[in-house]
């Protein structure tokens, strides 16, 4: 099962990255993830492999059964190649923690739409994550809010009616909530005003985190923007404040774009010529250097300032030059160096196309 539901995953475009709002792609992406412990078994962190064997064989029946899932693909994590588990991680239908190896019955359970998926024996017993494009934090909820109630309905979860429900980390008690959204924000690295926008946002509860999340490093100018608190307020209430903050960044961004557009057009530009001179001529091109260009020319193509080159193609491009993609792709385990060589040559095929 696991071969063939990874080779179907590579054949379909990855769905949060899909354009919902031309005028709008600051925000790539938003996803909230809900933490959740069976009540009266023991927590993965201090779990045997029999018990994380039982809450496998009891989550996995009642998510299949009750088809909380649509189309339930299924991966047995341990016994994943370094590159398979990489792959689902670069998709973001896992955590970089769960993309480790480990031992126990760990398995990534995910709808045919990739926009839906549940880790068994992460750091919880279970976290349910669901992930779409653009800023849409509320209409996330309202459907991961309804798989909970009918998980919650056939499972009992482990929960305190003064804290709420309990979990491995202690940051994550109370609704077991992290809400998130992915930015693009070169224009504010550009303008050197990212450090102050940051510090603002951490007095509120909100942290910024890299790519993939908590302890990933920040490249190609993509921040994850998430609530850092679980508890003393309610689902409704965190989404909303994120959101509101959310959008001051994203006004932030714009402004700081036009401000350098009106001041320093020539230095906007030439980072921008740079990037795509980088990306269309280069015959090695690393992983990071191709994220911090694509995140260039993302703000490029936002501001109009490309007449045939378009956010789908930057959106294909930030998935396909990813490292397990490219080894997918070429059904084989490339060297650091072959993978170099074949995301310079996949780049400057596709903006040829685009020019």
Known sequence: M???AIDKLLLHPVSWLANSDPNESIAISSRIKLARNLSGLTFPINSSESEQNKV???TSSIIRKNKILNNVMEFNINSLS????????ERHLMSRDFCKEGSGGRCLMINEAESCSIMINEEDHMRTQLIQ??????????V???IDNRLSKNISFAYNKTLGYLTSCPTNVGTGMRASVMLNLPGLVLA?????VVRGISKLGIVVRGLYGEGSECVGNLYQVSNQSTLGESELQIIQRLKNIIQQIINHEKNARLKLLETKQNFLQDHIGRAYGVMRYSYILSSKEALNSLSILRMGVDMKMFTLLDIDSINELFISTQPAHLQKYSLKKLTLAERDTLRAKIVREKLQKSS
Do not use: Y
């Open 144 to 146: 991961i809010d309804e």
């Open 82 to 89: 370094d590159i398979d588990r990489c792959f689902l991680l």
């Open 56 to 58: 496998l064989s009891i």
């Open 133 to 142: 494009p653009g800023l849409s934090l509320q209409s996330i909820w309202t």
């Open 2 to 4: 696991n071969k063939k």
């Open 192 to 196: 050197g005003h990212l450090d102050a």
